[in-house]
């Protein structure tokens, strides 16, 4: 029966979803036959003027108390559901659905939302960027700083979806070389008093293959599109156009390894990057993750240096085009440690360094009345920024800045933002932050740092705090 009710939603609702990106004149139309597909002539207003109609006692004398509860309720689903696919920083996500979808397991309440969005079920900011934000990374230009970290969707099903909800960049996965379910049930946990969530999940994802052939389909058909849009072949246009396939906005791509590959080894790395690389404005080389125990790179140096040179020497022989290599290390690092990293990074050209990943420490002032830090996992949320933050400030300073450096961890404001990018962050990510508030979180933080940037550039205040 639910099932059934929902599919008979799904149809009157797809419609809108599918013309949010149309004309306004084709927004307007499918809003109004969402509306009237709710209202059903009754017999008489469609027989009453026949004069073979005789009326029955019972026939459409439903009392008004009950027509007049339906009718609102319709209405309510109406407008909550007209609300919640038209303007992504609309109350009723942060007030209404959120909450419903914190009573869910957060592993449900997670796929959930990747079904939804799959469905078109996606909320739209509309508004433009203001181009205070813009920032270049890698020769391109994002509208504004803001990125969808790693570990939403990790099967890269949805990133269509999370532009439409304002994002300067997305990243996908992490994704390894084959399928794998990850670590066993319940791994996912809110910690709701301190806005922090502990995972453990352990690179669950449907392998580079699956994944792949769904970035690679979405690409050429978008670029088929495009060619014929501007009479381009798609061989040249292919070489020039962002692998997002979406002016002002980007592309990552997180590999990691297999459970069953070797410390010590590389190869699972170079083959994502073979496969994947093609497609993305950036590919993360995911060396930090705490939940897989053979991801020794986060911790030994030389695995390190041998990782680095072996994706490096791959995308160098890549041909017509190389993309971006970007480091993603933990917030766990000695400073001995962090300086080895850095000049690693250095030495080799890296092309980027994401800072952080989750800490398996829990820092302190954590408020946790139900003992939910005990779990095993990674902590992310607000009691991450401290560490993420000084992590960024000590990349930016220890590379000269001379390496883009994407700050992640416990960013949850505007304020939090330009704390980073003020420690040397040329864009930021967030994640856990926006499944407390909802997907307004990203218009909420832009339209926040234009009025704390009072008229300044964000390019303006990267590292300055570094330059004082």
Known sequence: MFKSGYSRLAAHVRPIAKARFASPIARSAANARFASSFVRPTVKAKFANSPNHKPKKDEDDTPLPIALAWATGIAAVVGFGYLYLTDASAGVHKHVFIPLLRLMDPENAHRLSIFLLKQGFSPLDEKPDDPLLEVELWGKRLS????MAAGFDKNAEVFDGLYGLGFGFVE??????????????????????????????????????????????????????QSKKKNETISSLSSTIYRSVCNG?????????NKSSPADSYDDYV?????????????VINVSCPNVKNIAASSDIGVLESTIAAVLKERNNMEHYLPPIVLKIGPDNSSDQLQLIAQLALDYRVDGIITTNTTLS?????????DIARQEGGLSGKPLRDMAL?????????????IPIIGCGGISSAEDALAFAKAGASAIQIYTSMTYDGPGKVREIKDGLVGLLKGRKWTDVIGEDERK
């Open 144 to 147: 504004n700083p803001v990125g």
């Open 172 to 225: 996908v996965g992490t994704i390894t070389p084959a399928p794998q379910e990850g670590n066993p049930k319940q791994r996912l946990f809110r910690i709701d008093e301190s806005g922090a969530v502990i995972n453990r999940m352990g690179l669950n994802n449907d392998g580079v293959q699956v994944c792949g052939d769904r970035i690679r389909s979405r690409f050429w058909h978008l670029i088929s599109c």
């Open 249 to 257: 906005q980007l592309l990552g791509v997180n590999l990691g390894k």
């Open 271 to 283: 083959y994502g990057l073979q496969n994947l690389g093609p497609y993305a404005d950036y590919v």
């Open 362 to 370: 829990r820092p302190a002032g954590l408020i946790d009345p139900e």
């Open 390 to 402: 000084n992590t960024t400030r000590e990349m930016y300073k220890l590379t000269k800045g001379k």
